[in-house]
């Protein structure tokens, strides 16, 4: 399979008088439709990691491509497009708009790429309601929701654009045990039906083995590879 | 753009109370603003209608030593060269006499008009209150506060001792009040032919008196006439050049009027930003998510620009109704005894559209800052900090 992402040599560093490197020299590449999991300690890099690969961080070093296009040298208004079209983020903190319901939500990303609404978007728009089971509440705003409800928004937002890359930070960090389990089903039938790459940073031991790889960072540097 | 536009009503409906105090804050400095600069206008043109309104704006004086302008049909002919701009022209024959009544005598001045066209100047027709204006020879109409004076009625005759020695005897038809004292006081107005025999001016007359379109050129317009008139034994004079004092006053007026409107439009523009800039920084988690899923900067900032647009424009129109309140009570309160208002107010579309526009500006302007934090505001600061 072709690789859909490609780190190559990647250093970041924070800090202008005080330098702290996070990461060090980091290779690695993403295979089209793998579900990936990122594992590590606190503090040891692996969101710096996810954050550069998604374009919302730059690398002090190193070269990044996305779908053969190397993004590190790009421009704020070509990286918002690249992002707006072909990644998806979930984040531990769902960060949902709360001045907006939950379809509005999920047709977000799109309005930002596209503001006419078509009868298509809104049946998919639809669909990933019910994909996510939020069909009931989708006129609600963000705050009139549960935590597991605000999370599946979050997913069905990154989905809207069927972006080819999917990338999320504790998806379900905050979430019971439960919850969590159905999420991460919920993911890997997405991957499974639209062929995404998933990127998954998790804490959960459980999870991280039901996926096709691990990545374990260990104070900025790979520690562990391993592929199933 | 459009998403830029639903996100900015959405964020202003969100936070209704910041929306509600913002919109407080532009209207009434809008409103304030309008109601002293129409106070202020007004103020003004009742002064200047009170002053020169009933009274010669540009005059024509003789300077030769008989005080006679004796070619007047001509002057009137080169004056009126400069219709419309000079929209009133009238002739007087003046002098000064002595009236003699039975307990005192007063100095008066006979003046002698046209009364079709004085009365386009001076509205002796409309201050008549008793009797009527003088038709036939030695007719004469007296101020109110020289009749209460010298306790004259209509029907009277009364003896003036005219300044050659002579003596005469007019019959009293009218009683006028001008609303001027001085006035009302002193004239004792009759038809011209009356004051050019009586006075000695044989078919000369002592003024021509005229009122302009625009009385604040009547400077220039005076000059103009002055090279036009053909004869040599007159001059042009203009009421701007006798009244320096109030003009002066007229225009410090202006000054401080305006910088009190400045300065509260200045206000309104710290409110309208300091607010803005909060909320931008209230909504920095919700830029930063939309920037991530990758709304461009520019429309990032748009979202303010376009929340100060709104905002300035309904608080214009909130404004602009509160301010036109403020008059209408200020009408209605502050009244003479006979509840005519003390200023009359002047209403100004022109200068209501301009403050109005005014405020639209500064909430952009206002919103220049936040726009700035928003656009800069990097996705990543947010997403790390949770």
């Known amino acids: 399979m072709a690789s859909i992402i490609r780190l190559e040599h990647i250093d970041k560093v924070y800090g202008e008088k005080i330098k702290t490197q996070v990461l060090f020299d980091i290779n690695l590449s993403f295979e089209e439709g793998s579900f990936n999991a990122i594992i590590g300690q606190s503090g040891s890099g692996k969101s710096t990691l996810l954050n550069i690969v998604g374009t919302l961080d730059k690398p002090t070093d190193g070269e990044v491509y996305i779908k053969g296009k190397r993004t590190d040298i790009m421009n704020s208004e070509q990286l918002a497009e690249l992002r707006n079209r072909t990644m998806g983020f979930i984040f531990q903190f769902h960060y949902l708009l709360p001045e907006f319901t939950a379809k509005e939500n999920i047709l977000m990303p799109h309005r930002i790429k596209n503001f006419k609404i078509t009868k298509e978007v809104d049946e998919w728009a639809d669909e990933l309601l019910e994909l996510t089971g939020l069909t009931k509440v989708k006129n609600n705003l963000a705050t009139d929701m549960s935590g597991g409800q605000q999370q599946r928004t979050a997913i069905a937002r990154a989905l809207i654009n069927r972006p080819a890359i999917i990338l999320a930070d504790e998806p379900t960090g905050n979430l019971d045990s439960d919850t969590s389990e159905i999420i991460y089903t919920l993911l890997r039938d997405i991957n499974k039906k639209y062929n995404t790459t998933f990127i998954t940073i998790t804490h959960d031991q459980r999870i991280a083995e039901k996926t096709d790889r691990i990545i374990e960072i260990k104070d900025g540097r790979i520690s562990l590879d391993a592929i199933r | ?386």
């Open chain 2, 1 to 386: 753009m459009r998403l830029s536009l639903q996100i900015a009503l959405r964020f202003l409906k969100s936070g209704k109370g910041q929306t509600v105090l913002i919109i407080l804050g532009i209207s009434i400095g809008v409103a304030v603003q309008l109601f002293i600069g129409s106070l202020i206008q007004g103020l003004q043109i009742n002064l200047i209608d009170t002053t020169i309104g009933s009274s010669s704006q540009i005059t024509i004086v003789p300077t030769n030593d008989e005080k006679i302008i004796k070619d007047w049909e001509r002057a009137i002919y080169e004056a009126e060269l400069f219709k419309p701009e000079v929209n009133k022209i009238s002739v007087a024959a003046s002098g000064p006499g002595t009236l003699d009544y039975e307990i005192d005598t007063a100095p008066i001045l006979i003046r002698g008009f046209n009364f079709d066209e004085a009365n386009k100047i001076y509205k002796f027709d409309e201050g008549l209150y008793k009797g009527e204006l003088p038709v036939r020879k030695d007719e004469v109409s007296v101020g109110k506060e020289l009749a209460i004076k010298a306790g004259i009625d209509i029907g009277d005759k009364i003896l003036i001792q005219t300044p050659k020695g002579g003596l005469v005897r007019f019959l009293v038809t009218g009683l006028y009040d001008l609303g001027v004292a001085s006035i009302n006081d002193s004239w004792i107005v009759t038809d011209l032919k009356t004051a050019q025999n009586v006075l000695g001016l044989g078919n000369g007359v002592s003024t021509i008196e005229m009122q302009v379109e625009d009385v604040f050129n009547a400077d220039l317009l005076s000059e103009k006439i002055a090279y036009t008139l053909s004869s040599n034994e007159v001059k042009v004079e203009n009421w701007k050049d006798q009244n320096a004092s109030l003009l002066s006053g007229l225009s410090g007026q202006s000054v401080s009027s305006n910088m009190i409107q400045i300065f509260v439009l200045v206000a309104v523009l710290l409110g309208i930003s300091s607010v803005l800039a909060i909320s931008v920084v209230q909504r920095s988690r919700q830029l930063g998510i939309l920037k991530a899923m990758g709304i461009k900067d520019r429309e990032a900032s748009l979202i303010f620009v376009f929340q100060g647009l709104i905002l300035g424009i309904i608080g214009a129109i909130v404004g602009v109704s509160f301010g036109f309140g403020l008059l209408y009570l200020f009408t209605k309160f502050a009244v003479r005894p006979d509840g005519t208002p003390v200023v009359p107010i002047y209403i100004n579309p022109g200068f209501i559209a301009l403050s109005g526009m005014f405020a639209i500006v500064s909430a952009m302007i206002a919103s220049v800052i936040p726009a700035r934090i928003s656009s800069k505001l990097n996705p990543i600061e947010v997403i790390k900090n949770g």
